[in-house]
């Protein structure tokens, strides 16, 4: 499970074992007509922004198309709510913009 970062800290460690229970154990489901039935046996979570890393990077197969690997080994730099990153670079600030 994804969940948004201010989720991660210890302060909200019982909702995330709320979830886990909520989430672990058998699940049934229609749709369209056809009846679905799924056993979760384990629940782990990570946050939103390294889930979504993963889904640009692997297919519904869990194959890595060509050249989105790099994702995963290259420096990244992007945008994010005012501020803008440069990349990773140790203990840098973001500037804020």
């Not at 489901?29 to 782990?44: F, H, N, P, Q, S």
């Not at 050249?67 to 990244?76: D, F, S």
Request: aromatic fraction near 8%.
């Amino acid at each position: 499970v994804g969940l948004p970062l201010q989720t991660m800290g210890e302060e909200m460690k019982e909702a995330r074992i709320g979830l886990r229970k909520w989430l672990a154990g058998p699940h049934e489901w229609k749709a369209d007509g056809t009846d679905y039935r799924v056993t979760v046996e384990r629940v782990r979570w990570t946050s939103q922004p390294v889930g979504a890393l993963f889904d640009f990077v692997l297919t519904d197969d869990l194959q890595i198309p060509n050249g989105r690997g790099n994702a995963l080994t290259e420096e990244v730099g992007g945008g994010l709510g005012g501020f803008q990153y440069g990349g990773v670079d140790g203990d840098r600030k973001p500037d804020r913009h």
